[in-house]
Each structure stands twice: as C-alpha cells, then as structure tokens.
C-alpha cells in the first residue's frame, strides 16, 4: 500500500483544514470529532483549490420556520462557487454525483500517515 | 455610492484570491491585485488578451447625480490607465461612462479611446432607461467613431436609478437576483434590435456579458415572432431582429447553464451559433469564476477554438498567427 508521511505537527487544529503536500499531491486534513480525515485538494466541480481556499462550515437545515445549525462544522466550502461538501463522505448533498476524493488517514507515532489506495465506502 | 440590497452568503469573491486573515483584520481588500490576476489567470491560462472589467465603478451610471457619475468615470477610467493597463500589456479596459449623461459619456470615449488602451465602452445591466433609445446615440456614435465595441455586463440592476430587476417586484433573495439578473442584457438587447441602432449605426458591435446564454434563444425567437406580426410599429427594424444579432452581437460564456444533463446544452445553445458569437468569459475574481479548460470541454469540440480566442480576436481587432 502507497502511503505518505508527514510530521505530526502537520496535523490541523480541530475545526480548521489544513493542506499537506508531497510529490504534486495536495491533500487537505481535517479534525472532525477525533478523526483525522483527508480530501483532495481539487473541487470535483470546476478544480478550485478546495482545502487550500475553501472554509469549514456548519451543515444549516429548516424545516420551512425554523433554521437549525448543526454541530460541528463538517462541511467543506468550495472557495469558487461555494458548493459544500461532507467531509466524512466526501459528498456534495446539492450535487450527488459530485464527490470529492477521500484519503484514508490515521496517526501513527509522530507521523500523519496519508494512504493513497482509494476510500471505497 | 448605491450598493446592492441582496448579500453574497459566502462572499462575492473568490476565496482563494485574498488573504482572508489580513481581510477580517481590515489590512486588505480582497481579490483586486495585478498580481493575484496574473498568477490566477494570465499566466496559468497562457492569456494574450483579457479584457478589465469594473466591478463597484459599474454603478456610476445609475447615480442619481450625473455630474458626479461623469467625473467619477474619468477619475476610475485614469485610475485604471495608470495602475493596471500600463503595467500589463496583455490587459485592456472596459471603459466606464456615464450613461444617464450621454453626452459626457461621449466626451469620454472620445477622451480616452486615443491612449490605445481600451478595447470596449463599458454599461451596466441596470439603467433607467433600455440602451436602444434615442437618448443614448451620443454613446453609439462615439464608440462606433473610435472602433470600440458596447459592453453591456450585468451589475447593479436594480439598485440606484435603474428600474426594477424584472416586472415581478423586488426579489427577497440574492439567489432570486442572481437567477434573474439576466433579465437586463435580455431588455436591452430586444431595445437596441427594435430600436434599429444597427441601422443608425452599422459598424457598432454590442457584447452581452453574463446573466445566462440559454435565456437569449427564447428571447430571439420570441422577437422574431413578434417582428413579423408587429413590425409596423418598428420599421427601422428592416431585418428580422436576430438576423442583426449574428452581425454585430457577441455573447460571453460566464456562467454556463449546468444542466444535470450536461450534453443538453449544446444543443439549446445552438440557435445563438456559438461558433461565431461565442467568447470565453472568467468572471475573475467574482466567486462564480469559470475555468477555461473546464468551460470548452462542456462545449462541442468544433466550438472551442472560436470561443477560446477566434471570435474575441476578431472582435478586439487582435492579430491571431497563422498557424493557430
């Protein structure tokens, strides 16, 4: 299994993305709720820059009156046309056939481990 | 200045053209740098020729006072020489007028049209009264005399003086106005074709930029339709309407119609003959920004090179080598 290595230091503070690099490869990572997740850094859309640019936001639902934000921020926003993504699935619920790429990710050590096999779910 | 009364819910621009930290902390405003443009787009892109397009500079022409408009159009069209066409040859500007004053509006193009570096007189979407009128000759004639042709961009319809966005009232949602917004270069195109400015003015070029490309097929066959039952009432529209489209209108490509099924598109775009009137627009840095690449392939492969760079070049009057 192709895997890449990063210090841990690397790793974002939770609730923020950040990008890792290794060998033209952009990946983003992020920390949702104790999981380390890993998408490519490449909007499935139009190739915007998404974890490089884009911002985490809250997945927001109303039932025609009230407005519900939930918890925590685990949507992923296109910094271009402001498509959201899950980072858990790496789908766009707007979009169902747009899904950005996943990387399995987990700690190991000091290291951020990066495995470049694809994520089937 | 008057400003729009619908919000962006992420923002208007591009997130990756500013550096959103130094933004929040008021130390920067974000996406307007020269060299932001070039690494973005006119490097990565290999772009000979961009046209510039003014963003806040567009509502000039729906203030209230026309003086005022008249003087902040010189200043933005000075601005725009001395901090962005002087130090980029590959940039050309969109000149702004003011178009409730179209006489000064004149006395501009004829100002600046001879410093060579614009390529276009810039108008909103949003006007008081539609381009075709009468009132507005002066600026058909003056940009027709320097070989400019009209850019109609849709912005600001309405907020200032313009009209309403559509007959329908004031929409609640910048979802509404940015699905809607199209209206403007629709109205203005139908008044310009009943008006017969391409019989008063037969060099004059017209380029409709935004809003959606889809919505001008119905137009036009809606104002061909029309014409044969009511034409008495426009005689100077000698020709069937759309056949002056083909001659003298340019339509840009940002924001293409995403259908689910993207292999639709071509076909209900192909009554405007994108092949001869269809240029590539990016929309740089407004959020909605279309990547070359990624807009041509969507389009039939017998489209790309005019839309690329054949019309516009033809259009702008830009030598195009032999071999390309």
């Not at chain 2, 933005?76 to 509006?105: F, I, K």
């Not at chain 2, 320097?146 to 559509?166: N, R």
């Not at chain 2, 775009?269 to 279309?290: C, I, N, Q, S």
Request: hydrophobic letters at 40%; glycine letters at 6%; aromatic letters at 10%.
């Amino acid at each position: 299994m192709r895997t890449l290595r990063f210090p841990r230091s690397e790793a974002p503070a939770p609730g923020q993305v950040r990008t890792v690099e290794s060998g033209g490869r952009r990946i983003g990572l992020v920390w949702i709720d104790d999981e380390l997740h890993g998408l490519a850094d490449a909007c499935p859309h139009r190739g915007a820059p998404l974890c490089t640019a884009g911002m985490l936001v809250h997945r927001v639902e109303s039932d025609g009156v009230r407005v519900v934000r939930h918890e925590p921020a685990d949507r992923l926003r296109c910094p271009w046309h402001k498509w959201d993504f899950d980072v858990r699935t790496g789908a766009c619920a707007e979009a169902p056939r747009m899904r950005v790429r996943r990387y399995r990710v987990w700690l190991e050590d000091d290291e951020i481990v990066v495995s470049l096999a694809p994520v089937r779910d | 200045m008057p400003t729009y009364p619908w919000v962006h819910p992420s923002g208007w621009i591009r997130r990756d053209t500013y550096d959103a930290e130094q933004v929040e902390a008021g130390s920067m405003f974000p996406g307007f740098t020269l060299e932001q443009l070039r690494a973005h787009v006119l490097d990565p892109f290999d772009v000979a020729f961009a046209l510039a397009n003014p963003d806040e500079a567009a509502c000039f022409s729906v203030l209230p006072n026309s003086r005022l408009a008249a003087g902040l159009a010189s200043a933005y069209n000075d601005w725009l020489v001395d901090t962005w066409l002087r130090r980029e040859p590959r940039l050309r500007g969109a000149m702004v007028v003011s178009a409730q004053w179209p006489e000064a509006a004149a006395a501009e193009i004829r100002r600046m049209a001879p410093t060579g570096l614009f390529a276009a007189v810039f108008l909103p979407g949003a006007a008081r009264i539609p381009y075709g009128n009468p009132v507005y000759d002066p600026i058909w004639a003056a940009a027709t005399e320097a070989g400019l042709p009209v850019v109609v961009h849709v912005h600001y319809e309405g907020v200032g003086t313009s009209g309403p966005l559509t007959g329908a009232g004031t929409p609640d949602f910048y979802t509404e106005f940015h699905t809607l917004n199209g209206a403007s270069t629709q109205g203005h195109l139908v008044s310009i074709l009943c008006h017969g400015v391409f019989e008063r003015h037969p060099q004059a070029k017209l380029i409709l930029m935004e809003g959606g490309l889809v919505g001008y097929v119905g137009v036009l066959w809606r104002l061909d339709q029309n014409w044969r039952s009511t034409r008495s009432e426009i005689p100077w529209c000698r020709r069937r309407p759309s056949d002056y489209v083909w001659d003298h209108v340019r339509f840009t490509t940002q924001p293409l119609e995403e259908p689910d099924d993207e292999t639709q598109l071509a076909e209900v775009l192909r009554p405007l003959h994108p092949e001869r009137t269809l240029v590539y627009a990016t929309d740089y840095p407004h959020w909605d920004f279309d990547d070359p690449d990624q807009t041509l392939r969507t389009l039939p492969a017998d489209w790309r090179e005019p839309i690329r760079f054949r019309t516009a070049a033809e259009l702008f009057g830009v030598p195009v080598p032999a071999a390309a």
